[in-house]
RNA sequence: AAGGCAGGCUGUUCUGUCGCGUUCCGUUCACACGGAAUGAGGAAAGUCCGGGCAACACAGAGCAACAUACUUCCUAACGGGAAGCCGGCUGUUUUCAGCUGAGAGAAAGUGCCGCAGAAAACAACCGCCUAAGUGCAGUUUCGGCUGCACCGGCAAGGGUGAAAACGUGGGGUAAGAGCCCACGGCUUUUGCGGGUGACCGCAAAAGGGGGUAAACCUUAUGUGUUGAAAGGCCAAAUAUACCGGGGGCAGAGGGUUGCUCGCCCGAUCCCGGAGGGUAGGCCGUUCGAGGCGUCGCGCGAGCGACGUCCCAGAUAAAUGACAGAAGGCAUCCGUUCCGGAUGCAACAGAACCCGGCUUACAGGCCUGCCUUUUUU
RNA sequence: GGCUCCGUAGCUUAACUGAAUAGAGCAUCUGACUACGGAUCAGAAGGUUCCAGGUUUGAAUCCUGGCGGAGUCA
């Protein structure tokens, strides 16, 4: 329920590149969000010219996510995971409203959280964030969706 | 008791809920689920040294480059450490204690030493002297004498400077000088004694022309080069398709080595333009110069024996969030012990592994020394 | 993970083969010129030479250790 896998996590280089060359993005301080929707059959398209069943092993979760903090916002290294760990501390409470979303929709979400602020915040700042960035999310994706219909 | 200095050690703990990495077990075709165990540091940091390990078909020689530099020892090794020697500084009850030192060679050679100062290194500007020699003038008892100049001699004195050619005293001299002597100090050599040795003590002989080697350098010793993006295996995917220029079996080019030689491979090789594919997994990888305890040896760094333990392995990168309790520190309040409230909790996150060094660090503990105060 | 390089006035820089007041340009300030401003002319101020030690008589320069900032290697 409440968990954050391996899989829930973006490693991979080539979803990485299509996100931040395709994708949108959008602020809710302290972070920057770049995000991409993706139906089943777009995803497909990328991943055709090699195996395509692999595809879809490596979506068992309908979004993945990465946290990323920038060494020129935030000097050291213990303060970097500090504040990843916030991060994804956030996103593990409240991805499931999302999630659920995401399914009901039958899409595919990739996305990035960027730290934009040069301190840590508390706890409850970073999960407000990310509680509204994650409805900021649901807004796109609706209007995307009615765009993909009109098309 | 308080404060300071030096050295060493430590670096909050427990419970609950949710969650993460790895390993093992069970269920399952598989995804996955459940359970158990385990999960950052003294610096994990800086990357400043030294190794292990790996590759270069590691034959080899020379040059260059780099590093180190009192002695003995420790160590796998070190530019690290221990104990000493010598020098410097400080203190003092000067036989002592503390701190500190990149501490070989300047008598192998080259270079440099601004300003000031006569002079900054084979001294001679002012100065002192006129003994030897020459010239001129004066004087003369015709032997000389006096004065000036030249040629000479000397290094005592000269406001400088970081540094001035051993110091003080005496003799000596035309004037002077280690030129000679006494005392003192320094350097080198030799002998004797002590010490494993650096070195120390005593005696004798010889000698007096500075500093700088973190200037070049000399001597001795050491270093092959490149680093886990090393290296090995598997999977996936392809195209040198095309254009321009240049070189090549009389040897182009390559073999991860600064250069030369040598050795080995050797026929498509280099430059520019314009393109295509991949960027996944496994091993290396965590059992090691390992940790802990006891005993023994050694002044010490350390070493040896026995017992016992297995203790992170991620890869866009695992240790977190919330709540409560206890302990610590600071402030405030009441104040007899003490109680209550609020706030704070350092430096910092493994990435192949070890040994050091350096740097950062709230609070606490221990040891030694010093200072002040109180009591006996 | 490894390697290389650089830190000088507010900015851009010189002096890096040690030598005593660290030199210039732009910017700043003051004055002159002008009815006013700009331009121009004259003058002034501004430096922990990134920091801390050391070598030397003397350090921006040489050496060691830190701090900060760039670049580079599949």
């Keep these: 329920m409440y968990t954050f896998k ?63 903090v920038s060494k020129r916002q935030i000097k050291k290294a213990v303060h970097r995971n500090k504040a990843k760990r916030l991060c994804r501390e956030a996103y593990r409470k409240n991805k499931n409203t999302f999630y659920t979303f995401l399914k009901k929709k039958n899409y595919l979400a990739v996305l990035a959280f960027i730290y934009t602020a040069d301190r840590i915040l508390s706890y409850d700042d970073v999960e407000e964030a990310v509680q509204k960035a994650i409805n900021k999310l649901g807004e796109k994706l609706r209007e995307e969706q009615t765009r993909a219909v009109n098309r």
Excluded: M, W
């Design 6 to 68: 391996k899989d829930e996590r973006l490693g991979n280089y080539r979803l990485q590149s299509l996100l931040f060359n395709q994708g949108k993005a959008f602020f809710q301080y302290p972070f920057r969000i770049q995000y991409l929707f993706l139906t089943k059959e777009e995803l497909h398209q990328y991943f055709l010219c090699q195996q395509s069943d692999a595809a879809s092993a490596v979506f068992q979760f309908p979004a993945k996510c990465l946290v990323s």
